[in-house]
């Protein structure tokens, strides 16, 4: 399964802020879309990412204000990202590696989705419930 067939399913939709916004306001933001992470555009390029795990960790343990921080004060600036043929593994292993949850998808420099650990988990899921009810149809049918 392909990056390209997640998207397919998951949808596409993607949603930004701009790095000069404050922390708080990305937040409501986050909110508001019930998302965990956010990416950080400015002129259609991908400038970083922000996520609740940035908040808690470079914010609230520090004692900073979010309402005074700006998103490019504490964003991830070196961003992971994956192509639309990428395949399930390597994302997992991206993941898995670099400790990440979140992989904003380019296609030619654009941003054309983003992919969570949640839907790399789905997608191996149904693969193997698609893989079980094959193998349960084939040895079902071979017992007739």
Known sequence: MT?????????????SVLPTITVYDALVSMSEKNIGAIL????????????ERDYARKIALKD??????????IMASDVITVKPDDNLE?????????KIRHLPVLDNETIIGIISIGDVVKS??????????????????GKS
């Open 90 to 98: 390597s994302c997992m292993e991206l993941m898995y590696t670099k």
């Open 124 to 141: 191996i899921i149904d693969l193997q419930k698609e893989t079980i009810q094959y193998l349960d149809s084939y040895i079902s049918g």
């Open 40 to 51: 950080v555009v400015e002129d259609t390029i991908l400038k970083g990412i922000f996520s």
């Open 64 to 73: 900073k204000s979010s309402k005074e921080t700006l998103v490019q004060e």
């Open 3 to 15: 990056v390209n067939q997640i998207l397919a399913k998951k949808g596409k939709e993607v949603y």
